[in-house]
């Protein structure tokens, strides 16, 4: 069966309301990728307010380390609201038993360890406020970085709050800033420059460049400034300093 997967790409919600309505209409399941979107909140068409994979029947998260809510190493989690999907994910996740020596069906071991488990629930009462840390940072940035160059800053839409897992502009100059940015001992990232369509995993798909120029000159231009909770003011200014001496 096919279904509809839109990803809250660098925690900022995908316009869920018109995309679950699109795909209604055709029928078609809607499974949130909510991997770096912990804690994102989005209103749904009633105007209530409703946190990343909670819109969509069902909901995927990653707690890699790295992510705005992470565990001791890899690890994930389902969300769903349908009883018998939880019931069906849950033998999924355990071998496909339904009982300590009954299997109904081929399944995995994707249980989540018990050491990832405790991590998380520590971790869990902090995210609220870490996000809001993110998002302090986040508009900082955007304060001393409009106007700069050809910055294109990462917008704030009505209805749908970021949690900033990244902070990633757009220049034609990506390479050159990069470079710039690594001289002067800043970190900053490319999150991704190379499209799923031109992957060599997906190359029987017959994928090539310019099939998808939108995604082509997202892959070409974007940055990830360094973004963490822990950023203080003073590296966030030597970050936009950086930028700014580049853009002259």
């Not at 795909?23 to 399941?29: F, T």
């Not at 009633?46 to 029947?57: E, I, L």
Request: with cysteine; hydrophobic share 40%; proline share 7%.
């Amino acid at each position: 069966m096919a279904a509809v997967i839109p990803v809250h790409l660098y925690g900022r919600p995908a316009d869920l309301a018109q995309i679950t309505a699109i795909a209604a209409d055709a029928g078609v399941p809607v499974i949130e990728d909510a991997a770096q979107a912990h804690g994102a909140e989005l209103v749904d068409p009633a105007g209530s307010v409703r946190r990343a994979g909670g819109y969509a029947p069902l909901g995927c998260f990653s707690f890699f380390p790295g992510k705005n809510l992470g565990a001791f190493g890899d690890a994930g989690a389902i969300t769903t609201d349908d009883p018998d999907l939880a019931a069906r994910l849950r033998m999924l996740r355990d071998h496909g038993r339904s009982s300590k020596y009954e299997h109904r069906m081929t399944g995995y071991a994707h249980r989540l360890d018990t050491i990832h488990a405790a991590v998380l629930r520590v971790k869990l009462t902090t995210l609220d406020r870490a996000n809001g840390r993110r998002r302090e940072l986040a508009a900082a940035y955007s304060r001393a970085l409009d106007g700069v160059g050809d910055l294109v800053l990462p917008p704030e839409t009505p209805g749908r709050r970021s949690v900033y897992h990244l902070y990633v502009v757009r220049t034609r100059h990506r390479d050159a800033l990069l470079a710039h940015l690594s001289a002067a001992g800043i970190g900053a990232g490319v999150h991704y420059p190379v499209p799923l369509h031109l992957q060599p995993a997906y190359a029987h798909l017959g994928g090539r460049p310019g099939d998808l120029p939108v995604t082509e000159a997202w892959a070409r231009e974007c940055l990830s400034l360094p973004l963490y909770p822990e950023l203080t003011g003073e590296q966030l200014d030597e970050v936009v300093a950086a930028v700014r001496g580049y853009f002259g």
